[in-house]
């Protein structure tokens, strides 16, 4: 029996009791970004209330049990993820700075002319543009994996790309765009037959799947904290050890400097030697109440919920005349992306929200997919672990009713 008690979840997360437009909010624009349960609000607020202090610098007990916190985020992550060691935890700004971050120094050492990257044809923008970047200063080329009409990668096309000359691969996990879910494992695999480097982008996938970065045996591992019902400003890149000793210096400043002469400065040591700057304390130290948060309700049963909205969202949008699913496949996570012939979405989102209901029409920073599916942009209703059977009902009647409306 499916015992998840979804009333009492919802209870933790204030936001979830407010109107819009006088109706109850139905929050399914989750991959944007999660709502936030109180234990988070209140470790912000705890931490400007009572703990307040630079970290890392200061002997006095408030610098002390603020960098206690701080640094308690790291190991938690460290779990979360399955790292082998919490040096191998940098923190970021999120999933974009964490990409950036790996293109501006591994990349920007390794890459030679010739060299070729490889992303695929489902990628944010903050998993392509970095590359393209990159590639055109280093004289490297960017190819890209393509994807079918079910909104998955081709896999033989994907080995047909790979070569010797292949260096990276980034490919997201999740698409956010479609929830199609990727045969990460197996494309880390042909990489490193290869001898390329890979970089996952785990934006999407952070909050829903199990992730093992020992078992994936990815290189780099991004996500953003505010997508795993964390704050804003806080996010994180994994990196196997001995690459992230390897690698230059991104950001410089204080907190990743040994010594500092005019002549030479010597670096800190991992994963400080990537943390310049007084960082984002409190986002920092709230990320692990949200950590705890999903450790506490179980990734299994998020998912399982997760997947009982999405089938029952699937089988009451397939009924409308017209729609069609963009990445109709069956290896999703908590996306349901479309369109619906003879209306615009952007027209339909505007319909949803005067009910109340928050989705995202658009491309969602993935111009090159919308292209490939010939669609300007798509209805997007994404899940989480505190939305209710009820509110994707209330989805399917405002889209019929909107479609009626603008047909
Ligand atoms: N990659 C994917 C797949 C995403 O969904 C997002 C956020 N929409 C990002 C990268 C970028 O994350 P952030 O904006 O938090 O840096």
């Not at 506490?296 to 998912?303: A, E, P, Y």
């Not at 017209?322 to 003879?342: A, R, T």
């Amino acid at each position: 029996i499916h015992t998840y008690d979804v009333a009492a979840i919802r209870k933790d997360f204030p936001i979830l009791n407010r109107e819009v437009k006088g109706h109850p909010l139905v929050y399914f624009d989750n991959a944007a970004t999660s709502q936030k349960p109180q234990s988070v609000i209140d470790a912000l607020v705890h931490y400007y209330s009572f703990n307040n202090a630079n970290v890392h610098r200061g002997i006095h007990s408030l610098a002390e049990e603020a960098t206690a916190d701080f640094e308690a985020t790291r190991d938690a992550v460290k779990d979360f993820i399955n790292a082998a060691s919490r040096e191998e935890i940098i923190y970021t700004r999120g999933t974009t700075e964490g990409i950036n971050l790996v293109a501006y120094t591994w990349a920007r050492q390794n890459l030679k002319q010739g060299d070729e990257v490889i992303i695929s044809g489902m990628e944010h923008h903050s998993n392509i543009v970095p590359w393209q970047i990159i590639c055109e200063q280093n004289n490297a080329k960017l190819k890209v994996i393509p994807v079918n009409d079910k909104g998955e990668l081709l896999m033989d096309e994907y080995s047909a790309l790979l070569n010797d000359r292949t260096k990276l691969v980034a490919v997201n996990h999740v698409s956010n765009a479609m929830g199609t879910v990727n045969p990460v494992k197996e494309i880390i695999q042909l990489a490193h037959d290869k001898g390329a480097v890979v970089l996952i982008d785990g934006a999407q996938s952070a909050m829903h799947l199990d992730i093992d970065v020992q078992d994936l045996d990815c290189d780099f591992f991004a996500f953003s904290s505010h997508k795993l019902l964390g704050p804003t400003g806080m996010g994180i890149l994994y990196g196997k050890k001995d690459l992230l000793n390897a690698m230059p210096v991104f950001a410089g400043g204080g907190e990743m400097i040994k010594e500092v002469t005019f002549e030479k400065t010597t670096y800190n040591e991992l994963p400080y030697k990537f943390e310049a700057g007084t960082p984002n304390i409190a986002d920092a130290i709230a990320l692990k109440p949200a950590i705890d948060y999903i450790n506490k309700v179980g990734k299994d049963n998020i998912r399982k919920h997760e997947d009982l909205l999405l089938n029952h969202a699937t089988e009451r949008l397939r009924a409308i005349d017209g729609l069609q699913i963009i990445g109709n496949n069956d290896h999703k996570v908590s996306v349901l992306s479309f369109v619906i012939s003879g209306v615009h979405p952007q027209d339909v989102g505007i319909l949803l929200d005067n009910k109340g209901i928050a989705v995202r029409t658009g491309h969602h920073c993935a111009e090159p997919l919308m292209n490939r599916f010939c669609v300007p942009g798509t209805i997007r209703a994404s899940f989480a672990l505190y939305n209710t059977i009820e509110e994707v009902d209330k989805l399917a009647e405002g889209l019929i009713k909107a479609v009626k409306i603008l047909r």
